[in-house]
């Protein structure tokens, strides 16, 4: 066998084997510890031959028993446990005798024997990266949840719009407290809408659901201001308008209007 070493990686075995031809292989070589240039190798399976160890690795609460080759690096290990533990090897730790290994640091270098036992810890950047990202997900879902139990409430007397909407077209006369009643009603769930705190995706959530309240409220002074008209006793019409201001708090609430003829409500407009 003649053997050429021209570099370090990629050099090749030419290898004569009778009459048959010539075959050239392809061989990466690396250097190990003490300067000693050998084959590289690819991390071995369970199932490959030579020397193989057992090792328990402690994760939180879980242990994993692993059969691995003696001449394992720390690296090749968090391979295996990657597609145990779903965690990146470049966020784990391996600690062995108290001490974290290196990726490129050999087991059996290191004295870890069949039996050894091995601690494997998340990075406490990603573990603190991924307890935000929780903490996130549950706050926005209880946003959601909240502004869901508000859209319901609303459709609920948005219903009963409908109703004296329907009453008022026939010319049904309405007694001036039902359009009040409603219309706090409607504002104890815009009040609740500005209670909740919100940013990204449910702050716009919130807000859809605020300009639908208010479009209600508006809805609820239009129909009492026909019903007004067309039985007003002295023959003249009352009226009411709504004017929007926009304010530095959040969602909106109506100002109660003093009692005169004309009623003015003011909006808060929030963001």
Known sequence: MK???????GSRILQKNGNKKNEELVIDWELRPGG???QKRGFAPASSTGPMIKV????????HDLTVPTHSTFGEMKQVLAQKTSLDPSVQRLLFRGKEKDDHEYLHIAGVEDMSKLILMEDPASREKKLEEM???LNSSKVHESVSRVRTEVDKLYDQVLVL???????IKIEEKEFIVLTELLMMQLLKLDSIEADGEARIQRRSEVHRVQRFVDMVDNLKVKNSEVFNNNGTASFMTTKWETFDSGV????APKSTTKVV???ELFD
Not at 56 to 63: E, M
């Open 3 to 9: 053997r050429s070493f021209g570099a370090s990686k």
């Open 36 to 38: 000693l240039l050998v």
């Open 56 to 63: 328990k690795v402690s994760h939180d609460s879980y242990y």
């Open 135 to 137: 903490k996130k997900d």
């Open 165 to 171: 909407e329907k009453s008022v077209q026939k010319g």
């Open 252 to 255: 909106g609430s109506l100002i």
């Open 265 to 267: 409500q003011e909006w």
